[in-house]
């Protein structure tokens, strides 16, 4: 079975305004419209059987909202597994969490630059005591900004990791979008899953190298990134990239399946 383990679904009325900020933030023209139907299209037409769908809430009034949306994507198809959502500012942390634990929502998603928080935080390290060991993460790690003034990077994350190592955490974008020499450095051959998300078309072919060689080939998840991206145009790139430093894509896909198996197996 084949898994993409970084996509985004947006409810059908905010669809739209979802895309704008995502092409005004990172300059990228998204291919997708960002609706469930046109990633399963798009996922039937790559070949791909289960698709990983992540939200964040930007604030805390949405985390309800975000939830609400992810509970419901997956009563919409068997083929979706949806990740929750919290903020450090939410005020009822172990309630929602009860609620996504008793509606078998597996993981949480936490997006800093969008979410208006640092991965250093005081807050997100007492939201991190509070979720524990339970949930997988993704963690959307870097941005245009250098570590230092980002709200996520490559040093926050292994940092992270060290304070709380019971969760499985995935690093978003190789370790870190537009972060990768400091991923190199702090985060390959970490307790950390790597994905391959909004990273192939720009990360250098060193840097890269360096990167799979320090991390374990086990500890790479194919993600497209879906809507900025198509999968299988991110297959392919994997292939033309990825192949002849020796990852194999089958090794990618099937590694998410193994991590969100099919809802009830």
Request: hydrophobic residues 40%; aromatic residues 8%; glycine residues 8%.
């Amino acid at each position: 079975m084949y898994t993409d383990t970084h996509t985004h679904v947006f409810h059908p009325k905010i669809a739209e305004k979802a895309i704008n900020q995502l092409r005004g933030h990172y300059g990228i023209e998204p291919v997708g419209t960002g609706v469930l139907g046109d990633l399963l299209a798009r996922a039937d037409a790559a070949g791909i059987d289960r698709m990983v769908v992540h939200t964040a809430a930007t604030d805390p009034s949405q985390v309800i909202p975000a939830n609400n949306w992810a509970l419901d994507m997956e009563r919409q198809s068997t083929r979706i597994t949806a990740f929750g959502t919290l903020h450090p500012d939410y005020d009822e942390p172990e309630k929602e969490l009860d609620r996504l634990r008793r509606a078998g929502i597996r993981g949480l998603k936490f997006h800093p630059d969008f979410q208006g928080f640092y991965l250093n935080d005081p807050k997100f390290a007492r939201l991190m005591e509070i979720i524990g060991s339970e949930f997988t993460l993704m963690i959307h790690v870097g941005d245009l900004l250098p570590p230092e003034q980002n709200p996520s990077c490559p040093l926050k994350l292994a940092k992270l990791r060290r304070d709380f190592p019971g969760p499985t955490i995935i690093a978003a974008h190789l370790g870190g979008y537009s972060h990768w020499k400091w991923a190199v450095e702090h985060l390959a051959g970490q307790d950390v899953y790597l994905d391959t998300s909004s990273s192939l078309s720009f990360v250098d072919d060193d840097t890269l190298r360096q990167l799979l060689r320090r991390h374990p080939a086990d500890r790479l998840l194919f993600g497209s990134d879906y809507p900025l991206f198509d999968p299988a145009d991110e297959m392919r790139l994997v292939e033309r990239r990825l192949t002849p430093l020796g990852v194999r894509l089958d090794d990618l896909l099937t590694a998410g399946s193994r991590l969100f198996p099919d809802r009830g197996e």
